[in-house]
């Protein structure tokens, strides 16, 4: 082919190109929406897993468009989401008007990627049926049969860490209790002890890494299923690394088969899930859920395992920083711990638990400050024509709720940046919007397993708080820079603290 005549192809090719995506970035202006202004085919994500997490980014375009609509709008490179900009509209799309806002619009490829198929991404009547097979499994009483599970690795956190406060040392502290809530989603979700607070190289814990280690192919691999979901189905990617998911998938296979061929029964989440695989019922619940398949046990236990790890240990390790920079807040909670141990003979029962109401307060705020899912995602399921105005969010449009803005919002929080767990008094709180406060989100697609990673974040902080002091060192992060790669909200470089004997 003539040289010169592949030049003007591609030359034609980067001009169809380039008005292409300058129609796609008028989307919003013909529609009437505020919007923020969007770079050139990266529109406002521009650095996101490279120089800003996306809830900076996010935060950005609150900001520039808070009080210019109840609405604006963004791009995701060229395809358009919407952002909410006011907590009353917020409600609509979340509780009121729900039968529009039902899916999350995530990759869901139950063929060549099984594990995908789980609670948190099906969509529509799949979800709801789902949704209504797990909730009983996630009621306070079912909770109370894992809680004595927690405990006991609780004890073994304190004996880990033992050595290491007796010398005074810095500590990345992040990865030891990173290890502590594997070995209990270890415990809980699959009933194997994963002894990776002994052994930080086991390989549930390398599993377990793995699921959140990005790498540039895997980013683009996974902006790509996320842009292009049917082209993705039809090249049949999948989100979940092969290792992961072929060692999920043995590991419960080779669980179940040992389980049901010893008859053996345990106060654990899989115990539950099987009892729906093998009956459609849960013991002592007369009311028939339907049976669930092998894959869909497999599925959810693998998100009860990857929502459960990662955001709970985050959230410990950002409260340590947060009590380590401010003392007095610090000492209250150590005293509040000590004071109901004492009245429930050392022992950190699920009632003793449910007395530390200060702890549960320092809990709260630094998921405010610091919400390890920074955003909330839905798809407009139905063309929605938004309340009080002439604008209609069409079907199909990816709509964002950044928690981390309105976490973070002075007009809703005065002085933000500040650290302080009294917002969360009983009277604060009703001061506020319901929609105010959304670490697990809100409405029917609210977090299901909420009870339990507040039960295992409260034991896990009581007991380094009960025995060890932390400290800010040298190498802690001071100010936090938020790592741009994290899939979920966490300190670049690690969280580093002395621990102390107390």
Known sequence: MDFTLVLLIILILLIVGYFYVIKKHKYWEN?????????????????IGTSKHSSQLFQ???????????????????????IVLDLDILKNILVKDFQYFHDRGMYVNERDDPLSGHLFSLPGQKWKVMRAKLSPT???GKMKMMHSTIVAVAKELQKTLHPY???????????FLARFTTDVIGNCAFGIDCNSLKDPNTEFRRAGKKVFEFNFTSLVRALFIQVFPDIAKKLHLSLTDKEVTEF???????????REQNNIVRNDFLSLLIQLKNTGKLEGDNVDLGKISFEELAAQTFLFFIAGFETSSSTMALALYEMALNQEIQDRVRQEV????????????????????????VIYESLRKYPIVDNLVRLVTNDYQIPGTKLTLKKGTGLITSIYSIHRDPEIYPNPERFD????????????????????????????????????????????????????????????????????????GGMWLKIEKV
């Open 165 to 175: 406060a007796m010398n005074r040392e810095d500590i990345e502290l992040r990865d």
């Open 138 to 140: 996630f009621t306070s």
């Open 60 to 82: 950005e375009a609150y900001r520039e468009m808070k009080n210019k609509g109840i609405i604006g709008g963004i791009y995701f490179f060229v395809q358009p989401v919407a």
């Open 248 to 258: 999920f998938l043995k590991l419960l296979k080779d669980t179940l088969e040992y």
């Open 31 to 47: 529609l009437g929406f505020p919007y923020a202004k969007p770079q050139f085919f990266f529109g406002n994500v521009r650095g």
């Open 338 to 361: 000590l004071s109901v141990l004492e009245r429930f003979d050392g022992e950190y029962t699920y009632e003793a638990c449910m007395e530390m109401k200060y702890l549960g307060r």
């Open 421 to 492: 767990p009294d917002r969360f008094t009983e009277d604060e709180i009703a001061k506020r919007h319901p929609m105010a406060w959304l670490p697990f989100g809100e409405g029917p697609r609210m977090c299901i397993g909420t009870r339990f990673g507040m039960m295992q974040t409260k034991i896990g902080l009581a007991s380094v708080i009960s025995h060890y002091s932390v400290n800010a060192t040298q190498k802690t992060p001071i100010p936090l820079i938020i790592d741009p790669k994290g899939a979920f909200l966490s300190a670049k």
